[in-house]
């Protein structure tokens, strides 16, 4: 069975701080998709990035960096120098390699970032 | 711009009441997924279609049913709407052909709030 966790229910820093988003996700697949969606007030999910099993290599997006260590099953989320546009729920999903038709996610950590 | 449409951003019904959920997408994908919406529980999948009429019970169908008569539209049903389907209700859709290329996975539509009284 597939599993996401997300420890970090909520999370509130000022702006400006560094704040890290924990995921660590269960899965007996070899080969499987992760993603990171945020969700601003408006309630739509917004992309923010994918990584498929054989890749681990860290990625960086501006102000936004993941950490994918398959070791210990996470892939964290860094927001560097966090701002109040930063404010949202953020979800971890887990997704097999089957033509995107089972998602899981994990259930949110919803961050505020306060002036 | 390609996008997900639930016609409703926020809905109130009555306990009893028979809800449509309406969701429409312009991307011609083949997918389409009904999601709901709770704190601390994250996501949870109700329902999804893979085809015209085709539909598969996801994690959460009791109480549910859903309708896929034309690719671009996937309804779900309240049969009797009852307090504990108070919730956001996301939907979303995906192509197979896409899911390799491309990197995003889902495509979400904005959420339609219900709240049963």
């Known amino acids: 069975a597939q599993k996401v966790t997300q420890a970090q229910t909520e999370i509130s820093v000022v702006e400006k701080e560094d704040v890290t988003l924990d995921c660590v996700y269960e899965?007996?697949?070899?080969?499987?998709?992760l993603f990171w969606y945020k969700q601003p007030p408006s309630g739509e999910l917004v992309f923010l990035i994918r990584r498929n099993s054989f890749d681990e290599q860290n990625e960086i997006s501006g102000r936004y960096s993941w950490n994918f260590q398959k070791s210990t099953s996470s892939f964290n989320f860094t927001i560097t120098a966090s701002q109040v546009v930063d404010s949202a729920v953020y979800f971890c999903a887990l997704s097999p390699d089957n033509y995107g038709q089972n998602f899981v996610f994990g259930p949110g950590t919803r961050l505020s970032v306060l002036p | 711009d390609v996008k997900v449409t639930q016609s409703s951003r926020y809905l109130v019904k009555r306990t009893g009441e028979k809800v449509f959920l309406e969701c429409v997408q312009d991307m011609d994908h083949e997918n389409m997924f009904w999601y709901r919406q709770d704190p601390g529980l994250g996501l949870r999948l109700i329902y999804f279609s893979y085809d015209v009429k085709m539909k598969e019970k996801g994690d959460i169908p009791e109480g549910y049913s859903v309708s896929r008569e034309k690719k671009e539209r996937f309804s779900l049903i309240l049969e009797s709407a009852s307090t504990n389907q108070t919730s956001m209700y996301l939907c979303?859709?995906?192509?197979?052909?896409?899911?390799?290329?491309?990197?995003?996975?889902?495509?979400f539509g904005s959420g339609t709030r219900l709240t049963v009284v």
């Open positions: 899965t007996r697949d070899t080969t499987y998709y």
């Open positions: 979303a859709s995906s192509s197979p052909g896409d899911w390799r290329q491309k990197e995003a996975g889902y495509t």
